[in-house]
Nanobody
Framework: VQLQASGGGSVQAGGSLRLSCAAS????????VGWFRQAPGKEREFVAA????????SYADSVKGRFTISRDNAKNTVYLQMNSLRPEDTAVYHC?????????????????WGQGTQVTVSS
């Protein structure tokens, strides 16, 4: 499966962005789809994930209450709605998919990765 992430951009603190992760080659059915981010000079970190079947979600503590992950079955797309953005949210955001549906924060378990989309939040 190939993943295409989009929706990044530049916003001021307090603003919102919605990222999209679309799949091609097969559907997300049976997968977990997650979002990770990596800021310059920092390690990649887990942001959020959703299990396609059932819609169970998981969030990093740093984004709980501000970010919402969701899916659209018809469009085979996962979204990350990001509200109340902070400068520390600035990073390249990647979507990834785990075919074993583990809903894990460990990036190594995600077999498929899309290219990143830059999110920049200014103060």
């Amino acid at each position: 499966v190939q993943l295409q992430a989009s929706g990044g951009g530049s916003v001021q603190a307090g603003g919102s962005l919605r990222l999209s992760c679309a799949a091609s080659g097969r559907t997300f059915n049976g997968y977990v789809v997650g979002w990770f981010r990596q800021a310059p000079g920092k390690e990649r970190e887990f942001v959020a994930a959703i299990r396609w079947i059932g819609g169970t979600t998981s969030y990093a503590d740093s984004v709980k209450g501000r970010f919402t992950i969701s899916r659209d079955n018809a469009k085979n797309t996962v979204y990350l709605q990001m509200n109340s953005l902070r400068p520390e949210d600035t990073a390249v955001y990647h979507c990834a998919a785990d075919p074993q549906s583990r809903l894990t924060v460990v990036g190594a378990y995600y077999h498929y990765w899309g290219q990143g989309t830059q999110v920049t939040v200014s103060s």
